[in-house]
C-alpha cells in the first residue's frame, strides 16, 4: 500500500512508535505557547502526537482538545466475518493513513451505519448498542424486539427467532406476519440509524431508525425502555434521515422532506412536497454548513460475473444531484451539475458535508461515496465494494484516495466500510 502506513491506536489513540515518556527541549516552551500550538491542531492525531512529545505536554495539554476539531471523517474499515478478528482499521484521507484499533466489544457484530462519532453494533439478538470506536464507551438502545412491527422474539426456534409484520402497522390491511432469522435482522432490519445530537455533550439525545421489510420509522429518546412508532398514513417508503441541531430530516422515496425535534415526535413536519412521480432507491439526503439541502441519487450498473450461476455484482457509474430551491413561493427539488465547494460523504452513515476552502489537497464539488446496498448480501449479489469519489462537474469517479489497494484485492468487502467522524469526547 504505497504511501500508507498502519498505526497501530489505543483508546486514546496514542501511536506506540511516537510515544515518549522522557522530557526534551519542548518542554521549556512558555505554557501559552504549547497551548497555542495545540489549539492550532484540527486533526485529532496530530494533537495526540503532541500531547505525546513529554510529560510536560501531557500534563499541560488536556486529553481531549477543547476546540473544534476537523470534521473530515475517517473512512472505518469493519473486522471481516471472523469471529477472533476484534481490529478495525480507519483509514484518514487526510493524513493518507491507515490507523489500526482493537475493539473488542465489536467481535462478531455487524457495524451498520454511524452518527456523531458513535457506531451501531448488532448481531441479530435484541440487544442494541453504540460504540465511541476512540473511547470504547458504549451506549445501550431500546432492543430490537420492541419495534413496534416486531411481534415476538422466540430464541428457542431455529432461524426462526423474529415474528415480524410485512405491512405498515398503521394502514387499514389485513396484517401478514413473516417468521425471520437472526441473520436477516443482523443484516438488513436496521436500514439507517440517526443521532440527533451527541450523547457526549447532550443527555438530551434521542435516536431515529429506518426499519422493517416497508421502512418504517421509530424514535426513542435517551432513557426509553422502547422504540415508538412515527405515523405515516401512506405507502411511501422512507430512504434518508440526517440530523441537525437536535433536529431529523427524512427523505422519502417520493421526494418529500419531512421534519421532527423531541417538541413534535412522534408527529412530524413536511416541508417540501412530493415529486410529481416516486423516484427511485439509492439517493442520500445532505445538507451544507450554510443550511442547502441537496438529495443524491446514486446510479447502479450490474454486471454479470457468472451468468450460469447467475452471479452479479455491481458498481457506481453515475449520481443524479438535485438542490432544495425556492420557487413561485414553495419549496422544490431541482436538478444541479454543482454543489460548489462542498464535499458529501454518503453511505449507511449519518451523511455528512464539509467545505474544501481549507483542504489544500482536496477539491470541492465532490461525492465520497460507500457501498449501502445491503440487501445485496442476501441477493445473491457480490457486494460492498462500491465506493469512491465523484465529481459532479465532469461526471468522472475515482477510487478514494490510497484506499484502492485494500478494494483491488477483495471484490467482496463484507461488512462495507462506513464513514465515521472521529470524536474522542468521553
Not at 415529486?275 to 443524491?296: C, D, K
Request: glycine share 6%.
Amino acid at each position: 500500500m504505497d504511501g500508507i502506513g498502519y498505526v497501530v491506536m489505543g483508546p486514546a489513540l496514542i501511536p506506540a512508535s511516537e510515544e515518549n515518556k522522557h522530557e526534551c527541549p519542548l518542554s521549556e516552551l512558555p505554557e501559552n505557547l504549547i497551548y497555542e500550538i495545540g489549539k492550532r491542531l484540527t486533526i485529532y492525531a496530530d494533537y495526540v502526537r503532541l500531547r505525546s512529545t513529554c510529560k510536560s505536554f501531557q500534563s499541560l495539554l488536556p486529553k481531549v482538545p477543547n476546540h473544534q476539531l476537523s470534521q473530515v471523517p475517517w473512512l472505518m474499515i469493519p473486522p471481516a466475518n471472523d469471529a477472533s478478528d476484534t481490529h478495525c482499521k480507519f483509514f484518514s484521507i487526510l493524513e493518507n493513513k491507515m490507523y489500526k484499533l482493537e475493539l473488542p466489544k465489536v467481535q462478531g457484530k455487524l457495524l451498520r451505519g454511524s452518527s456523531h462519532g458513535w457506531v451501531l453494533m448488532i448481531n441479530g439478538y435484541p440487544e442494541l448498542n453504540l460504540i465511541n470506536p476512540l473511547t470504547r464507551a458504549q451506549i445501550q438502545l431500546p432492543p430490537i424486539d420492541t419495534f413496534p412491527d416486531v411481534l415476538g422474539y422466540r430464541p428457542y426456534m431455529a432461524d426462526e427467532e423474529y415474528l415480524i409484520l410485512r405491512v405498515r402497522p398503521n394502514l387499514p390491511k389485513p396484517a401478514k406476519v413473516q417468521v425471520e432469522s437472526i441473520a436477516y435482522v443482523r443484516d438488513v432490519f436496521i436500514h439507517k440509524l440517526v443521532l440527533s445530537s451527541n450523547p457526549t455533550t447532550s443527555k438530551e439525545y434521542m435516536a431515529m431508525a429506518i426499519y422493517g421489510m416497508v421502512l418504517d420509522l421509530a424514535f426513542c429518546k435517551n432513557g426509553d425502555k422502547k422504540w415508538t412508532l412515527i405515523q405515516q398514513n401512506d405507502q411511501h417508503m422512507n430512504h434518508d434521515i440526517i440530523s441537525h441541531k437536535g433536529k431529523f430530516y427524512v427523505l422519502r422515496n417520493d421526494g418529500g422532506l419531512w421534519v421532527g425535534d423531541s417538541a413534535s415526535l412522534p408527529n412530524m413536519t413536511q416541508l417540501v412536497p412530493s415529486l410529481p412521480r416516486t423516484i427511485l432507491n439509492y439517493f442520500s439526503l445532505a445538507r451544507t454548513i450554510s443550511g442547502e439541502f441537496f438529495m443524491v441519487r446514486k446510479i447502479h450498473k450490474l454486471e454479470p460475473i457468472s451468468r450460469i450461476d447467475h452471479i452479479y455484482s455491481y458498481k457506481t457509474i453515475d449520481f443524479v444531484v438535485y438542490k432544495l430551491d425556492h420557487h413561485q413561493g414553495e419549496l422544490k427539488w431541482r436538478m444541479v451539475k454543482n454543489i460548489g465547494d462542498n464535499l458529501f460523504f454518503v453511505g449507511i452513515n449519518d451523511s455528512l458535508c464539509i467545505s474544501s476552502q481549507n483542504l489544500a489537497r482536496y477539491k470541492g464539488n465532490c461525492i465520497y461515496f460507500t457501498d449501502d446496498y445491503f440487501d445485496c448480501h442476501r441477493e445473491g449479489i457480490v457486494g460492498g465494494h462500491d465506493m469512491g469519489v465523484y465529481n459532479v462537474e465532469d461526471r468522472s469517479i475515482k477510487p478514494l484516495p490510497g484506499y484502492n489497494y485494500y478494494v483491488s484485492h477483495a471484490m467482496l468487502v463484507w461488512p462495507p466500510p462506513i464513514w465515521v467522524s472521529p470524536n474522542p469526547a468521553p
